[in-house]
């Protein structure tokens, strides 16, 4: 069974960067659709960035042009590079892996911004 594991959250500064990362326990972790949500304190939880097992991405329009979704298949991770962080990105990061019917979720990071 898939296993997903984050880290790399942490306390930044607004406009600092992050890079969360997402390990499975499985190669065949490329072959799946990947994505990070967030959820924040009452709010709910949103796609901000995915990537497809072709390498295809797509991102929130509120991080388009500041976060960058990659994968690296040989180390079974996908990363989420974070630049030019706001106050309004503080929440728990999840990862998720899809394939047909099948979706995993890892534990979640927390991320705060705040200075």
């Known amino acids: 069974q898939l296993q997903l594991a984050e880290s790399g959250g942490g306390l930044v500064q607004p406009g600092g960067s992050l890079r969360p990362s997402c390990a499975a326990s499985?190669?065949?972790?490329?072959?799946?659709?990947r994505g990070w949500y967030r959820h924040a304190p009452g709010k709910q939880r949103e796609l901000v960035a995915a990537i497809t097992s072709g390498g295809s991405t797509n991102f929130a329009d509120s991080v388009e042009g500041r976060f960058r979704i990659s994968r690296d298949n040989a180390k079974n991770t996908v990363y989420l590079q974070m630049n030019s962080l706001k106050p309004e990105d503080t929440a728990v990061y999840y990862c998720?892996?899809?394939?047909?019917?099948?979706?995993?979720w890892g534990q979640g990071t927390q991320v705060t911004v705040s200075s």
């Open positions: 998720r892996a899809t394939m047909g019917p099948w979706s995993y």
């Open positions: 499985i190669s065949a972790f490329s072959m799946y659709a």
